[in-house]
């Protein structure tokens, strides 16, 4: 059974960071690219970024181009999503969904979505 949890949200100050955890498990060949969403109050989810489980092409959305970075430990079968300088305005859930791959690229990230986390709370204010 393929499982994705997320871990690593919480409160931080604006202009602070965070670091994300999605742990995989259970991963089959069909299981290629992670994708992390996030979704404010009121507004439609989002794609943040992805990366290739291939050859570790990454994609990011605009809202976190130049302050998050996307990155994978394959020993621990886990994807990290570092947020540095952090905005009110990333107050969000954010959740990873792994799948297979169609295209990573810097300007596009496409996706066939199996599975999903549960999803963790990051809430950004002073």
């Known amino acids: 059974q393929v499982q994705l949890v997320e871990s690593g949200g919480g409160l931080v100050q604006p202009g602070g960071s965070l670091r994300l955890s999605c742990a995989a498990s259970g991963f089959t060949s069909d299981y290629s690219a992670i994708k992390w969403f996030r979704q404010a109050p009121g507004k439609e989810r989002e794609g943040v970024s992805c990366i290739s489980l291939t050859d570790d092409s990454t994609y990011y959305a605009v809202p976190g181009k130049g302050r998050f970075t996307i990155s994978r430990d394959k020993a621990k079968n886990t994807v990290y999503l570092q947020m540095n300088s952090l905005k009110p305005e990333d107050t969000a859930v954010y959740s990873c969904?792994?799948?297979?791959?169609?295209?990573?690229?810097?300007?596009?990230?496409?996706?066939?979505?199996?599975?999903w986390g549960q999803g963790t709370q990051v809430t950004v204010s002073s």
């Open positions: 969904a792994g799948g297979r791959e169609i295209t990573i690229a810097p300007n596009i990230c496409s996706i066939s979505i199996q599975t």
